[in-house]
């Protein structure tokens, strides 16, 4: 009368041939051999995978440099209107002091003397 006992299941199951552990750690999955060439990749995947990354790095540059310059547009937008808005605000003020001509005449003066400076 033989019994027939399965292992219990907590113990992993080795691999038939390989008998019990000399250390005694039966708990521990058995290991493999350290292969340090198992992760090595030939030249021309190596290659492919280089270029890949770089169109993609090439792309993401891209994509930022459009947006940094959308952000400079309406930063610069800001800006000027700010300037026109001041500079309405001068006009407006002298206008109140003097007269229209006048300041009209100022505004042309101006206008020539910004184009000579640009």
């Known amino acids: 009368m033989s019994v027939v006992v399965e292992p219990t299941s907590d ?12 250390n005694g750690k039966q708990w521990h999955e058995p290991k493999s051999a350290f292969r340090p060439t198992a992760g090595q990749t030939s030249y021309t995947k190596r290659a492919a995978q280089e270029k890949e990354r ?13 947006k940094e310059a959308e952000r400079q547009r309406r930063t610069q937008a800001i800006k000027d209107r700010r300037v026109a808005k001041e500079e309405k605000e001068r006009y407006e003020k002298m206008a109140e002091k003097m007269h229209k001509k006048r300041v009209e005449r100022l505004k042309r003066r101006e206008k020539r003397n910004k184009l000579l400076k640009s």
């Open 11 to 22: 113990v992993p199951r080795l691999p038939q041939g390989t008998g019990i552990r000399k």
């Open 54 to 66: 770089a169109a993609i790095k090439a792309k993401e540059k891209e994509m930022k440099d459009e």
